[in-house]
């Protein structure tokens, strides 16, 4: 139990602003986001997402993009390990994803799960998908911002927080 309140911790202040004590007892500004009809335009349209062969698909050239199949060394990311069966790893993982700050669950498969997060100011989309293919014990990630070049790394720290939230909880 200690391990997933550190796990849930640990994204809690990752996905902050600030680290100091005084961002987390204020009140948070209101997003851009919010803005009515604003949000569409910073959210972007879904692209093409989900699984191509047996394989999410690659990145595009922008640097806002990471993915652990077949990807070139700027868009590689490791993907996700995991010891015992498959359907644990996934409840895990959708456990995990419960607690990640304004990400929500868009589609759940045996074997693929799709998430969106929201940037907290002006509510930016990304699109996070997860693959867990029967014959190897590893959840393949992908991860990439809708709209814009870069990220600034957003999506590859978000993915090593899964990953290191999964392995706190012996995944």
């Known amino acids: 139990m200690a391990s997933i309140l550190a796990c849930i911790l640990a994204i809690a202040l990752w996905a902050l602003p600030t680290c100091s004590a005084f961002a987390i007892a204020a009140p948070a ?3 851009l986001g919010t803005i009515p009809g604003l949000s ?13 062969d047996g394989k999410l698909f ?10 652990s199949q077949g990807a070139d060394q700027d868009h590689a990311i490791a993907p996700i390990a995991y010891t015992g069966n498959r359907e644990e790893a996934r409840k895990l993982l959708i456990k ?8 929500e669950i868009v589609t759940q498969q045996e074997n ?3 998430v969106k997060s929201t940037s907290h100011i002006m509510g930016f989309v990304d ?3 997860f693959y867990l293919p ?5 959840i393949h990630v992908r991860a990439a911002a809708r709209l814009g070049e870069s990220d600034l790394g957003v999506n590859r ?4 927080q899964i990953r290191f939230a999964l392995q706190d909880l012996g995944v």
């Open 29 to 31: 500004p209101q997003s």
């Open 40 to 52: 569409q335009v910073f959210a972007g349209k879904t692209p093409e997402l989900g699984m191509q």
């Open 58 to 67: 690659p990145c595009p050239s922008t640097p806002n993009c990471v993915v």
């Open 96 to 103: 995990v994803l419960g607690v990640v700050p304004r990400t």
């Open 112 to 114: 693929y799960i799709r």
């Open 127 to 129: 699109d996070t998908e």
């Open 134 to 138: 029967e014959d190897e014990p590893v």
């Open 157 to 160: 720290r978000r993915l090593e």
